[in-house]
């Protein structure tokens, strides 16, 4: 919800929740717990495009790990998105209260339980506040 109602006050992209999917590049049709892909790359997609899973690879996830979620299938996922194109990527885990904050051509950083995650250049004046999600 933090990152939707971001989004359409910002205006620069669309916020999707897990209902929405995307096909990857590599071809992987893939849901996200939370999305975001900029107006630009969306307007360039036809109405039949629009109608199914978007046939491409957002520029920001967020993935929750779950309790029945294995931590390395998630690490793959995350992996995944980063090689498709995503820009920036969380994977959040409350489990263990960590974030795993994703940027293409590095490694994961781990952070132990941050009271807030930036959207950093990819989502300019987005915070996530995690008290809402631990």
């Known amino acids: 919800m933090q990152l939707r109602l971001w989004a359409k006050?910002?205006?620069?992209?669309?916020?999707?929740d897990s209902s929405a999917g995307f096909v990857l590049p590599n071809g992987a049709m893939r849901s996200p717990d939370a999305a975001w892909?900029?107006?630009a790359r969306l307007d360039a997609l036809t109405a039949e495009q629009r109608e199914e899973f978007l046939p491409l690879c957002p520029e920001f996830v967020i993935e929750l790990r779950c309790k029945t979620d294995a931590l390395r299938t998630l690490l793959d996922k995350m992996?995944?998105?980063m090689e498709n194109g995503a820009r920036l990527g969380w994977l959040i885990d409350r489990r263990q209260r960590r974030v795993y904050v994703y940027r293409p051509d590095q490694e994961p950083q781990i952070l132990g339980h941050p009271p807030t995650v930036s959207g950093e250049d990819v989502l300019p004046g987005f915070e996530l506040d995690l008290a809402e999600v631990w």
């Open 9 to 16: 006050a910002d205006g620069r992209g669309k916020a999707f």
């Open 37 to 39: 892909v900029g107006l």
């Open 79 to 81: 992996r995944e998105y």
